[in-house]
């Protein structure tokens, strides 16, 4: 039996952190089987769906690199699929119509409540003929009066329902639009998902799922439920912790690769190891080896792996998603050093891409001002002259490179007997704006010969201009 997998977004929102979470572990699983990896945007709540949304799942999931094989499916699409199968469950008589109005189900449930007993749907249509016509009604699924619903859960472990609990569920509204669970069940079944892996927020829906699978008589899938993120103090993880947003992600500077290597090791693990390339994931996930509990999402954490990525990769992988910041900032990266060069000068020191961006700006178009601080500290008098000894020696080099440079530095300091930093700092704020960045013979190799004379030269006059 080949896996297939789907994740089954409904488009009301952005892509949530949780639901790329589920989304990997089905990516995964499929990988890891060499199966297919679905993707279902669940479009059928027209009210709550925008195309926005919808967009920005798709966006989410390219970002991600959590490919699908098959789809998008719209669900939107398929309407006259389910009116075939609610036509079909009727003629068989596993669903029925309910005429009852929203005042006798109203009223029922207080009779029910008044009587401490849990609020279901009595099945007084069940055998109800219509014989008046043009009743409002909507199509009940009739489910088993007994016997019970077992899931063998493979995140869960066994859980068993008795039918006795389960109530006759609405699959079809008053206007004949089909119900989640309906739709979710004939997608499952044509699409032969093989492991539905979602979220546990979804378990209660499992045992009706599974009894409108077999009245249908299809294959019943393996269930995987994964239970939720929380944020710090417990709560289920949401915006008020923080970017709970994929795309907020990116936009705050994260590698796509640490974000899910932090989202795989979100309620899963292996031994002790905290690093995973895409590959381990895809070799070493196992559904069995999911928490059972909800996990407690950490920003630290992320920070920390994020940074790991940046260190570790090829600088040309980052310097691609890097470039996509520098854009944003409305710089081009070709007028510049190349930006893997910048990459590998920066990436000990920034731990989001956010950083390295607004860190490298000065590499590819020049500062409006001085860091404050940085000129109080280091502009003082007399600087003028080590920066224009520091000019004449840069401008006798031959050779751009990174040894020449650090010797006319150390020479320089060494000749007027200043220490290393009271030469290095100034020439910095001179070529950066600020008193921050990567060595300085490397930042000045980066920066090439004509920015370094011209901002050494706007430094000098500036550091003149203030004495007067
Ligand atoms: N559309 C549902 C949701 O976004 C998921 C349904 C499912 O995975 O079965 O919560």
Known sequence: MSVITRFAPSPTGYLHVGGARTALFSWLYARKHGGRFILRIEDTDLERSTQESVNAILEGMTWLGLEYDEGPFYQTHRFDRYQQVIQQLLDQGDAYYCYCSREELDALRERQMADKEKPRYDGKCRDVEDNEGGRERVVRFRNPDDGEVVIDDRVKGRIVVANQELDDLIIARSDGSPTYNLTVVVDDMDMGVTHVIRGDDHVNNTPRQINILKALGAQLPVYAHVPMILGPDGARLSKRHGAVSVMQYRDDGYLPEALLNYLVRLGWSHGDQELFS??????????????????????????????????????????RHLSWHMGERGVD????????????????????????????????????????????KHFKAGVDDVLQQLHHGFEALADWSVEPLHR???????????????????????????????????????????????????????IRSMAV
């Open 278 to 319: 895409i590959d381990d994931m895809a070799r070493l996930f196992e559904l069995d080896k999911v928490n059972v509990s909800a996990s407690t999402f950490n920003t630290e954490k992320l920070l920390w792996l994020n940074h790991q990525y940046i260190m570790n990769s090829d600088p040309a992988h980052v310097a």
């Open 333 to 376: 990266p070709s007028q510049g050093p190349d930006l893997a060069e910048v990459v590998k000068a920066q990436r000990e020191r920034c731990k989001t891409l956010v950083d390295m961006a607004n860190d490298s700006l000065y590499f590819y178009r020049d500062f409006d001002n001085y860091d404050d601080k940085a000129v109080k």
């Open 408 to 462: 006319v530095v150390h020479d320089t300091a060494e000749r007027l007997q200043l220490n290393l930093g009271k030469v290095a700092q100034p020439l910095r704020i001179a070529v950066c704006g600020s008193g921050a960045s990567p060595a300085i013979d490397i930042t000045l190799f980066l920066l090439g010969r004509d920015k370094t004379l011209a901002r050494i030269e706007t430094a000098i006059a500036y």
